[in-house]
Nanobody, 127 residues
Framework: QVQLVESGGGLVQAGGSLRLSCAAS????????MGWFRQAPGKEREFVGS????????YYGDHVQGRFTISRDNAKNTVYLQMIRLKPEDTAVYYC????????????????????WGQGTQVTVSS
């Protein structure tokens, strides 16, 4: 069983920055791509971005492209989401998730492609 624990959320003013972390349990973290999703109140969960198992490629949703950066440290079993120039519409619960296929390096934007999820961390951006 894999556990994913997000941290780093909070309240920030528009234009500010936050860095989210997602710590994974187990010994297989480095074998799997990881993704970030978010869900705002009353809206469906949406893809934010993903990073391949070795960190070689990243993919982003159009709404965060150029403002958010995903990275990972396989030695620490942790994936990060750096967010800059935050907007009120970025307010949501942010989730990290693990891709279901080991060593997969394609884009993974569908929730069904992930098998483990964290509990989420709240990000609130005030105007």
């Amino acid at each position: 069983q894999v556990q994913l624990v997000e941290s780093g959320g909070g309240l920030v003013q528009a234009g500010g920055s936050l860095r989210l972390s997602c710590a994974a349990s187990g010994r297989t973290f480095s074998m799997y791509a990881m993704g970030w999703f978010r869900q705002a109140p009353g809206k469906e969960r949406e893809f934010v971005g993903s990073i391949t198992w070795n960190g070689g490629r990243t993919y982003y949703g159009d709404h965060v492209q150029g403002r958010f950066t995903i990275s990972r440290d396989n030695a620490k079993n942790t994936v990060y989401l750096q967010m800059i120039r935050l907007k009120p519409e970025d307010t949501a619960v942010y989730y990290c998730a693990r891709n279901a296929k080991p060593f997969y390096d394609g884009q993974i934007i569908l929730q069904e492609q992930y098998d483990y999820w964290g509990q989420g961390t709240q990000v609130t951006v005030s105007s």
